[in-house]
C-alpha cells in the first residue's frame, strides 16, 4: 500500500475532478436517447410496486478473461493506478491482487462520485447516475463497467423552442410550467389543468402495458 501511495505521490490527483473530467467528455445527448428509449420500451425497468430500477445505459470496459480484475483495469484505464502497478499485480497471487485493488478503493470511490454528480449537473436529468459492473449470468467471465441510470427521464418539451426538460405535474388540478430552457431565453409558460397542454408537450410516456 506505501508503495502505491508513493508511485502516485507526485501525480497529486484529484480524482473526483478526474471523473467530472470524464463525464465532460460524454456524448450527453446520447446517453438520454438511450434513457429515454429504454424507459419507453422496456418492461424491466420498474418493478411490481413501481419502483426503478437501474439501467445500464454505457459500456466504458469490458473484461472477457477470468483472468483479468475488473477494477484494476478499470484504474488502470483512467490513471488511478500506472500500468506497470496493474501488471505488476497480475504477478502476484489472488489474495495480494484483492488486497492491492482494496489499497485504491477509496480513490475509485471519489472518482465514481466526481463522474455522477457532474453527469447529473449536465445533463438536468431528475434521477442519479452512477458507475457499476454489468455481469453476463450466461457469461460470467464477462463483465462490463459502464454507466447505470435510475429514475425518469424528461417528460415536456417545449413548443416554442423544443427544449425538452422534466417538472413534476400533478395528476389532477393546475400545473403551472415555465420552460427551462434559461440560455435560450425562453420565455414559454402556461398553467395548465388536469394535464391538458397547449404550449408543451407530454414526451416519453411509458405504454400502459409496461406500467
Do not use: W
Amino acid at each position: 500500500m506505501n508503495k502505491l501511495k508513493n508511485e502516485n505521490k507526485e501525480k497529486k490527483i484529484n480524482y473526483k475532478k478526474a471523473g467530472a473530467k470524464l463525464a465532460n467528455g460524454l456524448k450527453i445527448n446520447e446517453l438520454i436517447e438511450e434513457i429515454e428509449r429504454q424507459y419507453t420500451t422496456s418492461d424491466t425497468i420498474m418493478t411490481d410496486n413501481g419502483v426503478y430500477k437501474s439501467m445500464f445505459i454505457k459500456s466504458l470496459l469490458t473484461v472477457e478473461s477470468p483472468y483479468q480484475h475488473l477494477r484494476i483495469e478499470m484504474a488502470a484505464e483512467y490513471e488511478i493506478i500506472t500500468e506497470k502497478q496493474k501488471n505488476n499485480s497480475y504477478l502476484k497471487g489472488l489474495k495480494e491482487r484483492e488486497a492491492f485493488a482494496n489499497s485504491f478503493r477509496k480513490r475509485i470511490l471519489s472518482f465514481e462520485s466526481g463522474f455522477s454528480a457532474r453527469l447529473k449537473e449536465i445533463s438536468n436529468l431528475p434521477g442519479a447516475f452512477h458507475l457499476s459492473v454489468k455481469r453476463d449470468a450466461n457469461s460470467p467471465e464477462i463483465e462490463e463497467y459502464g454507466i447505470f441510470y435510475k429514475g425518469e427521464p424528461f417528460n415536456l418539451k417545449c413548443s416554442k423552442c423544443e427544449a425538452k426538460f422534466y417538472e413534476g405535474l400533478n395528476v389532477s388540478g393546475i400545473n403551472t410550467i415555465t420552460c427551462h430552457n434559461k440560455r435560450g431565453n425562453c420565455s414559454n409558460k402556461e398553467e395548465a389543468v388536469n394535464g391538458n397542454f397547449r404550449y408543451f408537450t407530454k414526451i416519453n410516456e411509458r405504454a400502459s402495458q409496461l406500467v
